[in-house]
T-cell receptor, first 113, second 115 residues
């Protein structure tokens, strides 16, 4: 099976702009989670989607939003970008079965200037 | 989801076994223990997971204590390519978690494999 794919891989934006990142889960996976990772930090949970519904949300401002489509693909959007939003954004998908193992994509590296 | 505690860094000689500890004293009965690793600026790579029995796959072995409050990831013959940050996570499955799952990741253990 193909792994989790994320597009674009790299992105440069300026403050105040908005950005949309895309994630295609492993075929058959219905749960998608998003994380933000900044230098020296662990993964910070953004939100989790299952069957097109947001199931869980981390402690991020409302500028961060997401959605999931009927084919389980997911997008996340960040509006009014700030310098501190520069990070590696990671997407993970899972089936989810009893153990709910998550598999990660390569990430999108966002740089805000 | 319960939190985990890992040493911030460890060293290991190439060819020797690397034993990475993790404490998860507040783990609940339906939470699995997962291990991932992340090589610089790449997405985390799944290694292994377990509930209460020891597990082994082609990458590593996972030893979980009988009370499930701690675990050890064993890389039997570490190579330079095993240099990475290793994360220990405990998590209940989404379908059992309701809407309170926060998917907490700590800072992991930075493992340096030395020649």
């Amino acid at each position: 099976k193909a792994g989790v794919t994320q597009t674009p891989r790299y992105l440069i934006k300026t403050r105040g702009q908005q950005v949309t990142l895309s994630c295609s889960p492993i075929s058959g996976h219905r749960s998608v989670s998003w994380y933000q990772q900044t230098p020296g930090q662990g993964l910070q949970f953004l939100f989790e989607y299952f069957s097109e519904t947001q199931r869980n949300k981390g402690n991020f401002p409302g500028r961060f939003s997401g959605r999931q489509f009927s084919n389980s693909r997911s997008e996340m959007n960040v509006s009014t970008l700030e310098l501190g939003d520069s990070a590696l954004y990671l997407c993970a998908s899972s089936f989810p079965d009893r153990s709910d193992t998550q598999y990660f994509g390569p990430g999108t590296r966002l740089t805000v200037l | 989801d319960a939190k985990t505690t890992q040493p911030p860094s460890m060293d290991c000689a190439e060819g020797r076994a690397a034993n990475l500890p993790c404490n998860h004293s507040t783990i609940s009965g339906n939470e699995y223990v997962y291990w991932y690793r992340q090589i610089h600026s790449q997405g985390p790579q799944y290694i292994i997971h377990g509930l209460k029995n020891n597990e082994t796959n082609e990458m590593a072995s996972l030893i979980i204590t009988e009370d499930r409050k701690s675990s050890t990831l064993i890389l039997p013959h570490a190579t330079l390519r095993d240099t990475a940050v290793y994360y220990c996570i405990v998590r209940v499955a989404l379908l059992n978690a309701g809407n309170n799952r926060k998917l907490i990741w700590g800072l992991g253990t930075s493992l340096a494999v030395n020649p």
